[in-house]
């Protein structure tokens, strides 16, 4: 039903764009996450456990 509603208006190029907009993204995300540096992945493993910093949104 909202198949024939979206070829009847014609706005099937808005999901088109919609999934293209995703695929691209999320292949950007993959591609920058695999390429990381290990000292840059090492950096952000271990922030959650670091102590004595105080950043500003913790002094809030």
């Not at 995703?22 to 840059?40: D, G, P, S, W, Y």
């Amino acid at each position: 039903m909202r198949r024939d509603i979206m070829e009847n208006a014609g706005l099937t190029f808005f999901a088109e764009i919609g999934i293209l907009l995703f695929v691209v993204v999320f292949a950007a995300i993959l591609i920058r996450t695999l390429l990381m540096k290990k000292e840059n992945v090492d950096h952000a493993k271990s922030l959650p456990l670091e102590s004595g910093e105080v950043n500003d949104q913790e002094a809030c």
